[in-house]
């Protein structure tokens, strides 16, 4: 079966510009993850969808951050304006379901973003 | 509040035995990942555990005990590709992944 797959794998943009994400998941997958893991740290949960409703957004910067999964399969994660302190690596992960005791997460590639 | 712990960065040499240790607090608990993530890619699966007990698979053992809220992953016969991190991942009551910040394993001939 295919992976997760993103688009861009890079992004270079000057902090106060926009920029926006792809992402498609698994297929069949009924729940994706946005990501957001600096250099060197663990991946923090953006945002958790599951179909194309938000389950938890709690650590997403509302302020600049939005993100959308519009019929449940593709998603779009965009940051406008952007911040020097945004630069890292977005990842997306999909998973078959959210709850019950195995929720194996599967990653994309992931696009690094860089904020100058 | 929730928590992962995992060294920062660990070294060993190939063909070795090296043990990653890992200690959470969840509010809840519902299992154990491991992933393996080299560097600029993304992670990828190792094992779960939500039992107490050792689970092998291959090369790499995964070990959970729930009452000390402990993990720990082994890595057997070291060889220069296993250079990566692994991230430990606790599962809460929410079924949200918790993630430690991982271990950078290096792996010296």
């Known amino acids: 079966e295919a992976g997760v797959a993103q688009s861009p794998r890079y992004k270079i943009i000057e902090k106060r510009q926009s920029v926006a994400f792809w992402c498609n998941p698994i297929s069949g997958h009924a729940t994706l993850y946005w990501y957001q893991q600096i250099l060197g740290q663990g991946p923090k949960l953006l945002i958790q969808?599951?179909?194309?409703?938000?389950?938890?957004d709690s650590q997403l910067p509302k302020d600049r951050f939005s993100a959308e999964r519009l019929k449940g399969v593709d998603s779009t994660l965009k940051i406008q304006p952007a911040k020097l302190e945004d630069s890292a690596v977005y990842l997306c992960?999909?998973?078959?379901?959210?709850?019950?005791?195995?929720?194996?997460?599967?990653f994309g590639p992931g696009t690094r973003l860089t904020v100058l | 509040g929730q928590n992962i712990d995992q060294p920062t960065e660990m070294t060993a040499t190939e063909g070795a035995i090296v043990q990653i240790n890992c200690t959470y607090q969840t509010s809840g608990f519902n299992g154990l990942f491991w992933y393996q993530q080299h560097a600029g890619e993304a992670p990828t699966f190792l094992s779960y555990n939500v039992l107490d007990g050792l689970e092998e698979k291959g090369r790499f053992s995964s070990f959970l005990s729930r009452s000390k809220g402990y993990s720990y992953l082994l890595l057997k016969e070291l060889q220069m590709k296993d250079s990566a991190s692994y991230l430990c991942?606790?599962?809460?009551?929410?079924?949200?992944?918790?993630w430690g910040a991982g271990t950078k394993l290096i792996i010296k001939p």
């Open positions: 992960a999909s998973a078959r379901q959210a709850g019950g005791s195995y929720n194996e997460q599967f």
């Open positions: 991942a606790g599962v809460d009551s929410n079924y949200q992944l918790i």
């Open positions: 969808f599951q179909n194309n409703g938000v389950v938890d």
